[in-house]
């Protein structure tokens, strides 16, 4: 089976050669201004990555928003991936992973009073939120996953990176996860390792960061995840509980629709010893089939007390899903998580986003 995944992992690479051939055309084209890039007057901050998959762009989405909510208005802009819409769509309280996506029905769940969009095309996403009424216009926009849409010229771009998978280490696609060349990282202002080990030491820190040649202007952050305590699916149904509240003997089935899922399943088996796990890709969508198959693992343990735990993107298709039995509403729980700075470097990250909004805003203000 290695030779076979060998041989094949070999033959694509002349695929990848004219993938990254394009891409850098494309990204050509942009630096000589022959397509089109289109900057905005209020500031714009980019949340991207260079790999496809999930290397926690979300998280720093809603660190972004609780770092800035107070100060100005805020409104986050996805293309809502997986949704069944088309357009622009803007969230309010009936709208639908189906509808807007699950990331940013997940956005719009846990910040309603944010302004929360999604827009493929997103220079057009932008000048539909700049024509809202002036007393909800956004003051500061916050792209998710845009660092590949070029069309916007963001003021200032975050970068994302998994510990466990480095861009730099990486080959592009379909060999290995790149969208484009680890060298486009020098578009990034701030580039920021997630998911790290608690165990990060600063000379890791170094190692990566001298591996990585960012330059001078470009800073570097590494971040951790904190799971936050049970949520319930339905509030109605079963109260939050505290993640110190599940025994070892405690029975967890574990439901993970998302493109990493080892952090998670690792955290969970910290907690109890029977933890059974159904792994399905990012972005699933739950059918009567998964349905069946959730109820059948469910039958073979041996607690009624059991608990389905999921991802909060997994929550948010879950909670729409008309198949969902009534008896699992009682026991479904999702597992929020939040980024966290490593070596309490969160202040130095706050006031480099917070000095970037304040040059645009400053830049805007003399073009007056």
């Given at each position: 089976m290695a030779e076979k995944q060998g041989r094949f992992h070999y033959l694509l690479y002349p695929f990848a050669t004219f993938y990254g051939l394009g891409v850098w055309i494309r990204n050509m084209l942009f630096d000589g201004d022959i397509?089109?890039?289109?900057?905005?007057?209020?500031?714009v901050i980019c949340v991207g990555n260079l790999e496809a998959g999930g290397t926690g762009k979300t998280p720093m989405v809603e660190y972004l928003i609780r770092l800035l909510m107070d100060k100005y208005r805020i409104a986050v802009l996805s293309r809502g991936y997986m949704r069944e819409s088309s357009g622009y769509v803007i969230a309010d309280k009936d709208s639908t992973p189906q509808l807007i996506g699950d990331e940013a029905y997940q956005i719009k769940c846990r910040y309603p009073d944010v302004t929360v969009a999604v827009d493929k095309n997103r220079v057009r996403g932008i000048h539909n939120l700049l024509d809202m009424p002036e007393d909800v216009r956004p003051q500061v926009i916050v792209l998710d996953d845009a660092f590949q849409h070029r069309h916007v010229q963001p003021s200032f771009s975050i970068l994302?990176?998994?510990?466990?998978?480095?861009?730099?280490?990486?080959?592009?696609?379909?060999?290995?996860?790149?969208?484009?060349?680890?060298?486009?990282?020098?578009?990034?202002?701030?580039v920021v390792v997630s998911k790290c080990d608690e165990s990060l030491k600063p000379i890791d820190c170094r190692i990566i960061e001298n591996e990585m040649k960012l330059l001078a202007y470009q800073k570097l952050f590494f971040s951790t995840i904190t799971y936050q305590p049970l949520d319930s699916v339905f509030p109605d149904k079963c109260a939050p509980r505290p993640l110190d509240s599940i025994c070892r003997d405690d029975e967890i089935l574990l439901l993970t629709g998302i493109a990493n899922p080892r952090p998670l399943i690792d955290k969970m088996k910290q907690s109890s010893d029977r933890v059974t796990v159904i792994s399905y890709p990012d972005h699933h969508g739950f059918t009567k089939k998964d349905i069946r198959r959730i109820h059948a693992e469910l039958s073979r343990m041996k607690s009624d007390n059991s608990l389905i735990v999921c991802t909060e993107k997994d929550a948010a298709r879950l909670r729409s899903n008309p198949h969902v039995p009534d008896e699992w509403k009682t026991r479904l729980y999702s597992i929020p998580i939040k980024m966290t700075f490593a070596f309490d470097k969160g202040r130095q990250f706050d006031e480099q986003v917070l000095h970037q909004i304040h040059l645009v805003e400053k830049s805007s203000i003399l073009r007056q």
């Open positions: 397509l089109a890039s289109t900057a905005f007057p209020v500031p994302i990176t998994d510990y466990s998978r480095l861009y730099y280490k990486d080959k592009l696609l379909p060999v290995g996860r790149l969208r484009e060349s680890a060298g486009s990282v020098r578009r990034a202002n701030i």
